[in-house]
Structure formats: C-alpha cells, structure tokens
C-alpha cells in the first residue's frame, strides 16, 4: 500500500459531521502515521472544541449557510462563496492535499469547490436521508459518495450508488467490551451493581423532552427499581430530581466519556441522531428512539431499521410522558432477556468497520 501523505477533511457545525470525521482521522493516522492531516472548520461551529482538542490540525475559513429559496441571500452567496473557496483552496495548495473527505457542514462546500477546480479527488460521507445540502452540492463534483447506513440506498434516489461503508467510531467505542468494563463504571457512578440501569442522553446538546419527561417519572423508575444514568446535554437547563429516592438517579450535565455510559446501561433512551444509532448498534445496546420531531425526520429513518431489526423501540416526542415510561420502560427495563434479545438484534445490524471500509474507499479514489 502506498502511504498517503496529505489529507483534508471538512466537517463542521455539529457532532454528526466532527465525530465521523475525528474517527476517519484516528484511522488515517493508524496506518500512516507520517500523515499530513488537515481539518477545515467554520468560526463558530463545534469543531473549535472538539478537533484541537483531539489534536489534530483545524484551520477554520469563513463558512456560509446555504439559501434554500430565492431572497437577499442568495444574491450575496456567490461573492461569500468565492471568498471561502479561494481560503480553502490556499489551504489544499499549502498542505499539497492529494484528496479531500467532506462529512457535511457548510464549511464542506467551499472544500469541493477547491478541490473540485484542482481536480483533486473528492469524497463524501454521508449518514442521513435526504443528504444534507452541503453534501449535496458535494455531490455534483464527484461520483464517490460513501454512506453509514443501508436504508440510505434505498430511501435516497441520490444515493443509490453510493458505498455502504458505514459510520467511522472511535476505536473507544469499537473495540469496547461492555461486560469488562461494567464493574468500572457502575463503580464510578456510584450505580448498584444488582439494579438495572436506565442511561438517558439527548445527545450532546440535549434534548428538553427527553430530560424533564424521564425526571417527572423518577420516583415510579425508583420505585420500581430502576436506577437512572441522565446527561442533561450541553445546552439544556438543569431539571428537578427528588432527592428522597430509594435507589441512585445521577445526573451528569455532560459526558465526556460515553464508553463508560454505555457499559453502565441495560437500557437507553436517546434521540435517533445517526452518531447515536452507529454506537448503539455498534455495542449491542438496547434502545428507546425518540426521534427529534423538528427537521425532515432523518432520525426517525435512522432508527427505524433497528426498530424493526428487533433492536429497539421508537416513540414520538409528543407521546414522551411520565405515564409512556412507566407502561413501556419500567416492564421493559426489568426483563432481562427481553433485553438480551434486543441487544443481540441490535449487534446484528450495527458495524464497528466504518473507519476501515471509509479508508479504502478513500485509497481507491486516490488510486492507492
């Protein structure tokens, strides 16, 4: 294998776009590590946290968001447009990238169109459906499209022909043995080993619903008991817990760490976001969906497959309540070998190779 020496990647806005592509990142540096990587970013998006911090090489460049209709806009979108691909476009000579990997974002664009007008090679990974509008621009420059999940293909006339090579993870995730590092991190929350645990997360930045439906139904998830892992999530205000509960409800406002979530639960309740479906699948963990109800309803088609895979149960936002947990939950969260055969129907549809079939595609556009 001839060792690549110079990569792009763009990605940005929010974790859907950075995690894939810090996960690519750790692949690409695995099997070349004289590697030249070199991450694209928008000011204000998440990147600014999470990429140096992994440390790996940003350079941000002004980032625009697309107009989806005909308005001021749109009239000012060439000159904007122009600026970011001419700052993107200094960036690939400067690097001398031999291909960029776009994960979506608006800072992606301004990377195809640089690498597009150097006939660079292109690829774009892609995990929702439809594709987001950064990487459907993408699209019209290259033939090389990689996607995370199989529903995509069938769901996406623009998708039809892409590669299903799955979502690049962390090897933390990965390579992780649940069952080793449960004692760890039951330990660590100060969770009862002889309890089953609820692990509640709406992601990075949280989700309102999901956090004050399940801390209303606290003392009936008590009673019952069941213990409560809760990330409240970045951006979302603290709730109300009572503190008279016969069993352990944490709440943690953010968590780093999420291998040490996963190996803590029996059970989840998430978003269907397609970071979170990868890692659930991914590590055979049982799951309660509850797609985020304001977009054009990717997550619900993320999560509906493992659904009906056996994998997991889907709920609506509005149907979240008190009441919905202590019928569905509770009975579900104290039936271990209901747990057990979900878990194993999950497994079934996850992969953990994402990063490695992404790589290869990667080498082929190169022609490596």
């Known amino acids: 294998m001839v ?14 776009h950075i995690y894939p592509l810090l996960a690519f990142a750790d692949a690409l540096r695995r099997h070349f590590p004289q590697i030249r990587i070199t991450t694209l970013g928008s000011p204000k998006g998440m990147e600014n946290q999470l990429i140096p911090a992994a440390g790996y090489d ?3 460049i002004p980032a625009f968001q697309l107009p989806r209709s005909l308005n001021l806009d749109l009239l000012r979108t060439p000159d904007r447009m122009y600026k970011s691909t001419h700052a ?23 990377a195809y169109l640089a690498a597009w007008r150097r006939e660079l090679p292109i690829v774009v990974h892609e995990v929702n459906v439809p594709p987001g509008v950064a990487n459907r621009m993408g699209m019209k ?25 799955g979502v690049p993870l962390r090897t933390g995730i990965t ?5 080793a590092l449960r004692p760890q991190a039951l330990y660590h929350f100060g969770l009862r080993p002889d309890l089953p645990v609820l692990f509640v997360s709406g992601g990075s930045s949280g989700a309102r619903t999901i956090n004050l439906a399940v801390a209303a ?84 088609r993320n999560a509906l497959p493992v659904v009906e895979a056996g994998g997991g149960l889907l709920v609506d936002n509005s149907e979240l309540t008190p009441d919905w947990i202590e019928r569905n939950i509770i009975p579900l969260a104290r039936d271990r070998q209901r ?17 490695e079939q992404l ?5 082929e556009a190169v022609g490596r």
Do not use: W
């Open 58 to 60: 940003l350079r941000v």
């Open 217 to 300: 139904a606290a003392k009936r998830l008590a009673h019952a008991g069941i213990q409560v892992l809760h990330v409240q999530g970045g951006r979302n205000d603290p709730f109300d817990v009572p503190n008279d509960l016969p069993v352990p409800y944490v709440v943690v406002p953010y968590l780093s760490d999420m291998q040490l979530g996963y190996a803590a639960a029996d059970l989840m309740l998430c978003r269907g976001g397609a970071i979170t479906v990868a890692e659930t699948t991914a590590l055979g963990m049982p799951a309660i969906y509850v797609p985020y109800p304001f977009s054009n309803q990717e997550q619900r």
């Open 175 to 179: 390579q992780m043995d649940r069952a």
């Open 359 to 363: 790589l290869r595609f990667v080498l």
């Open 88 to 110: 993107a476009g200094e960036i690939l000579d400067e690097v001398q990238a031999e291909v960029v990997v776009g994960f979506g974002g608006y800072v992606s664009v301004p």
């Open 141 to 165: 420059f290259t033939k090389r499209v990689a996607v995370g999940f199989p529903h995509q293909l069938e769901q996406a006339e623009s998708l039809r022909n892409a590669r299903l090579v």
């Open 339 to 355: 747990l057990a055969g979900m878990g194993h129907a999950a497994a079934q549809y996850g992969r953990r190779d994402g990063d």
């Open 3 to 16: 060792p690549l020496r110079s990569v792009v990647l763009a990605g940005g806005g929010t974790g859907g």
